[in-house]
């Protein structure tokens, strides 16, 4: 166990994985407890957040799980409350969820582009406008909303809803980065590259490689710099720094954790 964020509340909203194995917003949720955290583990799957909180229980940490869909502003009211009733403040606020349908402008349904805008960008700022107030007041607080590289560049596969809404984390995270710098709040995203999670298992397959799921992972693997796809623990450990007063002096960044894929399609 590390101290990084001892003794500070964080919510992580999406704390669960998709399927077995390890999701960012799962990792990211042990992570911090790890660290020394009290977690609230955010999920609309109240088993997947249940398994999280499993863990953080087997290894000594201190964890309860709140269900929200983070697109319903009742929901997420709910849960910010319920976590300053129990842990009597918040520190950390890490905004994970995000989903993904294939398809550009023409295969995209109008339904589909407004749930994904609702699921990826509304939840964030309906989790800014609950948690800020309580942050403010209590002159302290760590933001950290997950964005992607797919913000910024183009992976060969279109998914127009994703890159737009995820374009759109920056003008959220920068707005309330400076809106609330001087009141003792940071707000920063993390663009992930090419994560090996069940999300991409989940979401991508039909994208590649006539669904065969190996092929698709090799691709992917191809497409990185270092040969790989980064980690859930990648991302995890970014917005641990960032999460943590080791990052005291950081806001409004946008950080890439990506194997340097950015770089070289600069
Ligand atoms: P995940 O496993 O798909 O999602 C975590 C949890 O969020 C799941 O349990 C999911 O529940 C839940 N969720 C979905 N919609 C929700 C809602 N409306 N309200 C509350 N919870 C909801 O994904 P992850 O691996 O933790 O990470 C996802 C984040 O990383 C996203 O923001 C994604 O854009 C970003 N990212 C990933 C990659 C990559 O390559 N993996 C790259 C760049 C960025 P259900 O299972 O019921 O849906």
């Known amino acids: 166990m590390g101290e990084r964020v001892k003794d500070k509340v964080a919510i992580v909203i999406g704390a669960g994985s998709v399927g077995p194995g390890w999701g960012n917003g799962k990792a990211a949720a042990v992570l911090y407890a790890r660290e020394g955290a009290k977690v609230m583990a955010v999920d609309v799957n109240i088993s997947a957040a249940e398994e999280t909180k499993a863990i953080i229980d087997s290894e000594g940490g201190e964890c309860i799980v709140g269900q929200a869909d983070v697109s319903r502003a009742e929901d997420v009211e709910s849960i910010i409350k319920r976590t300053q009733e129990h842990f009597g403040c918040i520190d950390i606020l890490h905004n994970n969820v995000g989903i993904l ?5 023409v295969e995209l349904t109008e339904e589909a582009w407004d749930h994904e805008f609702s699921v990826n960008i509304k939840s964030m700022f309906l989790s800014c406008k609950y948690v800020l107030p309580v942050m403010e007041s209590q002159g302290r607080g760590s933001i950290i909303n997950i964005s992607s590289t797919a913000a910024v560049r183009w992976y060969g596969v279109s998914y127009i809803a994703y890159s737009a809404s995820k374009a759109a984390v920056g003008g959220i995270t920068r707005t309330v980065a400076l ?5 003792g709040i940071r707000c920063n995203s993390v663009l992930p590259g090419l994560i090996n999670t069940p999300l991409v298992r989940n979401s991508l397959t039909s994208a590649y ?4 799921v190996d092929e698709m992972m090799r691709i992917r693997d191809g ?4 040969g790989k796809m980064g980690t859930a623990w990648d991302v995890a450990h970014a917005s641990l720094f960032l999460a943590s007063d080791d990052a005291a002096y950081i806001n409004g960044v ?3 954790v990506d194997g340097g894929f950015t770089a070289r399609s600069a």
Do not use: C, F, M
């Open 179 to 183: 809106q609330y710098a001087d009141k």
């Open 223 to 226: 497409q990185s710099p270092t």
């Open 254 to 256: 946008e950080l890439l």
């Open 209 to 212: 490689a006539d669904g065969d």
């Open 101 to 105: 349908s294939v398809g550009g402008a």
